[in-house]
């Protein structure tokens, strides 16, 4: 089985210039600038979360990362409520326990959707729920990026 890349190798691969060989101050100015183009697409991630959440209430945007295929679909709880029962039923424990965490983590009273707002990275093996934080979306990958100056 082909070996996941760790987050600062993906990283790398979607900014190859922070490989390059350059000085500190110009690596900086690549952090810099990439962060806020980050910033900006998750922006829109959350203006489309936030679309949904107005018309359909509480859930997460799904975002569908597959081969060529990319999609945007805004679910409800109530929908993931019932993927988690459909799979289960068909013997996807694992699948179903994952969903179960997400639907908690969105239902379960804590979650502020004035803070934040909830996203599903979704491909043809796994799907992973990201919490982006309305004040700064970018902050985890600017941690990451940093390790690079």
Do not use: W
Request: net charge negative; hydrophobic share 40%.
């Amino acid at each position: 089985m082909k070996k996941r890349p760790s987050r600062l190798e993906l990283l790398a691969n979607f900014f190859p210039e922070l490989k390059e060989q350059k000085s500190r101050g110009e690596r900086e100015q690549i952090v810099k600038f990439n962060t806020v183009a980050v910033g900006l697409i998750l922006g829109d991630q959350i203006n489309q979360f936030d679309r949904g959440y107005k018309q359909l209430g509480p859930g997460v945007l799904v975002l569908r990362i597959k081969d060529d295929a990319k999609s945007a679909d805004y679910l409800t709880l109530a929908e993931l409520k019932g993927d988690e029962e459909l799979v289960r039923k068909d013997g996807h424990v694992a699948m179903a326990d994952n969903l179960l965490q997400i639907v908690e983590k969105i239902d379960g009273g804590n979650f502020n959707f004035e803070k934040a707002a909830a996203v599903m990275l979704v491909d043809s093996k796994r799907f992973e729920l990201l919490i982006l934080d309305r004040e700064d979306p970018a902050a985890s990958v600017k941690a990451m990026f940093e390790e690079f100056t």
